[in-house]
């Protein structure tokens, strides 16, 4: 049964107020982008690559607009328009019904007004769109500059501003136009699908989160206007908090995929799902690792993520940064809490090579630990808990018990409730004595009599309980 869509999806808009529209990225439909220019090269400027090139890698699902600098567009006049004109002509040709676009404000960019005045003369009082195509702009000329390259016939191209020597035969045209009538259907498809995980926001565990070769149970939190899904994904030990899911990365959790063995996601559990980057552990990574993609990156990482994950890179004091790097860096200055995605032990991949030429080696995950938590994070802003959950402060030092204290009450239990967070490390995890043996040892004293040869908080406060010690309120549940 398809889940019922949300009344309103968060990349609907009006058209007709696109005034109103935000600077940022967001999805847009293409029928709705006009062209400033009145021509486009067929090979863009660098390299002189044919734009051929893209049409037929998005027609072959190798390339997505996403994958790909966005093209820039401002509202003016009554509609969009585009100064990436070439990247639009190629969308357009393609027949895709909406993509990822960065809306900025026409006088913030100088170059909205030069193209579209190049283009204002061909487009005339209502311009050469036709009734197929509507107002003017949203067609324009190609003009040939590889010459023994054949050039597909298409309707987005005004042939009076076209200037062409060699288009394809007929049989090539054929094979075209059969490819761009699959790719619209494929890109329907892909729109209705991402509607249907919109209307799926919160439904526990029923999707797969596609990260590298790894397919990972999430939850989805928020569906976005740029088409990502901010989720909540379980990497096998813990739940991390993932900013920039896209519907390819996404798939429907069926078989095996025990569903019921996994956490239950409250609204308390979100403002967990972060760290703080201690001040010795450095801000770039070893090696390009997108932890929004979750593989690496051929380019350099401050460019790529800068380029097409602008809006995933938040801290919990509402600052946005264009980068993870300069992210960890405010973290480590300020001490503020950062999604979990990005933290260095888990985005780091493992190493490759043992040569001597090989990126640096990966910390042990035993001292990074210890770093994180020796770190003082100021307290941040989380949701309102109920009485049955209260307010947990940061610990401030592996084994520091000064401080409020308290005693375990006779009767009472000494093990934590399901799902209760790490008191070191707030994680939420499924087994929580492993965790804290594997991931925090020696970090359990008590503050009456100096043992500290616990293993995990249960054992600590079933110790207190039964001597009647006071022990740290950080393992107090």
């Not at 989805?220 to 030990?237: I, P, S, T």
């Not at 640096?360 to 995950?365: H, I, K, M, T, V």
């Amino acid at each position: 049964m398809t889940a019922a869509l949300p009344a309103a999806l968060p990349w609907d808009y009006d058209v007709r107020k696109g005034q109103e529209m935000p600077p940022g990225i967001r999805l847009l439909r293409v029928t709705d982008i006009a062209f400033t220019q009145k021509q486009v090269n067929d090979s863009f400027s660098h390299e002189q690559r044919p734009i051929l090139e893209l049409i037929e890698s998005v027609l072959s699902g190798a390339a997505h607009p996403r994958d790909i600098p966005l093209i820039r567009v401002a509202w003016h006049q009554g509609q969009f328009w585009a100064i990436d004109n070439r990247r639009l002509f190629c969308y357009k040709h393609c027949r895709l019904e909406r993509l990822p676009v960065e809306v900025i404000r026409w006088e913030d960019q100088h170059e909205f007004e030069m193209k579209w005045r190049n283009g204002q003369g061909a487009r005339g009082n209502g311009g050469y769109g036709g009734p197929m195509l509507g107002h003017g702009g949203h067609q324009a000329g190609v003009v040939q500059r590889l010459k023994d390259l054949p050039f597909p016939r298409s309707p987005i191209m005004h042939e009076e501003e076209s200037e062409i020597s060699l288009f394809m035969d007929e049989d090539s045209q054929r094979r075209h136009d059969k490819a761009r009538m699959e790719n619209l259907l494929r890109y329907r498809k892909m729109a209705s699908y991402e509607d249907q995980l919109a209307g799926d926001v919160g439904r526990p565990w029923k999707y797969l989160a596609r990260l590298g070769e790894d397919g990972m149970p999430c939850t989805l939190l928020k569906a976005k206007v740029d088409g990502l899904f901010e989720a909540c994904v379980w990497n096998g030990r813990e739940v991390l908090l993932h900013l920039g899911l896209h519907c390819g990365q996404l798939e429907p959790a069926v078989g095996d995929c025990r569903t019921a063995e996994l956490p239950l996601i409250k609204k308390d559990m979100l403002s967990r799902l972060t760290f703080v980057m201690p001040h010795r552990m450095p801000a770039k990574l070893p090696k390009p690792w997108c932890a929004v993609c979750g593989k690496l990156v051929s380019e350099k990482l401050k460019q790529h993520e800068a380029s097409r994950h602008a809006s995933c890179f938040a801290c919990s004091c509402g600052k946005r940064f264009e980068c993870s790097e300069d992210l960890r860096r405010h973290s480590r200055k300020q001490q503020h809490a950062i999604p979990q995605m990005f933290r260095p032990a888990d985005t780091w991949p493992p190493a490759e090579s043992s040569d001597s030429d090989a990126a640096p080696e990966r910390p042990d995950p035993a001292e990074v630990s210890s770093a994180q938590h020796t770190a003082r994070p100021v307290p941040r802003t989380a949701p309102a808990r109920s009485a049955a959950a209260p307010q947990r402060r940061p610990l401030r030092a592996l084994g520091n018990v000064e401080g409020p204290t308290f005693v375990v009450a006779a009767g009472s239990s000494s093990r934590a409730p399901a799902n209760w967070p790490c008191p070191i490390c707030q994680a939420v995890v499924l087994k929580l004595r492993e965790h804290e043996r594997q991931e925090h040892p020696g970090c359990y004293r008590c503050a009456s009599c100096g043992k500290s040869d616990f293993t995990c908080s249960e054992d600590l406060r079933r110790h207190a309980r039964k001597k009647g010690h006071a022990i740290s309120q950080h393992f107090e549940w």
